[in-house]
Each structure stands twice: as C-alpha cells, then as structure tokens.
C-alpha cells in the first residue's frame, strides 16, 4: 500500500492549495483517512479527518477555510485549503487506515507535502 500525497506549493496569505493524496495497492479497503501537519520546532498534529461514509472532521484552527473530502473510486482524499495563513505553513501528511488481505486493517502514511505561507 502506498499513499501519494501532492499539491502543497509557496502561497500568498489568503490564498488557496489544494492537497491530494491518491492511494495504490491491491485489494484494499479504505476506512477512515486524515490529514495531518508539522510545523517547524512542533509536534505533528490532526488537522482534518474523513470517514469511509464521507463523515468530516476538522481542528478548531481550520474551521470554515478548509475542506476534507474523498473519492472512493479513484481511493483518493482531498484538502481545498482556503485563506491560508502563515500559521499554516508546514509539511503535511495524509494518513489513512487501511485493510489488506495480507496484513488486515493498519495505519499507512504518505510523503510530507510542504505548504508555505508567505508573502
């Protein structure tokens, strides 16, 4: 299993990214997947989630800018990121729980996309 994540980028204040993040792999599952960030000097942290029905999930910081959404055909999740501030600068990872017949249900994580915030 692998999860691909793109579309981080350097941005203005105000303006808009949108994340992808597309996972690959024989005969999965996708149950819950998420997004997460890591600013610099600090811990990684939630910033939304999404369950396999579509039910989304957000941190009090990104309320109302961003928006968590998925695809289960194309086993793809999304992040539209909205009025962006410096304060969002940061890698971001998406993450996913998910079942193979090999393995059964377990956490995978994809590659850091950088989002930087800047004028």
């Known amino acids: 299993v692998q999860l691909q994540a793109s579309g981080g980028g350097l941005v203005q204040p105000g303006g808009s990214l949108r994340l992808s993040c597309a996972a690959s792999g024989s005969f999965i599952v996708i149950n819950s997947m998420g997004w997460y960030r890591q600013a610099p000097w600090k811990q990684r942290e939630l910033v939304a989630r999404?369950?396999?029905?579509?039910?989304?999930d957000y941190t009090d910081a990104v309320k109302g800018r961003f928006t968590i959404s998925r695809d289960n055909a194309k086993n793809t999740m999304y992040l539209q990121m909205n009025n962006l501030t410096p304060e969002d600068t940061a890698v971001y990872y998406c993450?996913?729980?998910?079942?193979?017949?090999?393995?059964?249900?377990?956490?995978?994580w994809g590659q850091g996309t950088l989002v930087t915030v800047s004028s």
């Open positions: 993450a996913g729980e998910i079942w193979t017949p090999s393995v059964g249900s377990a956490d995978y």
């Open positions: 999404i369950t396999s029905g579509g039910s989304p």
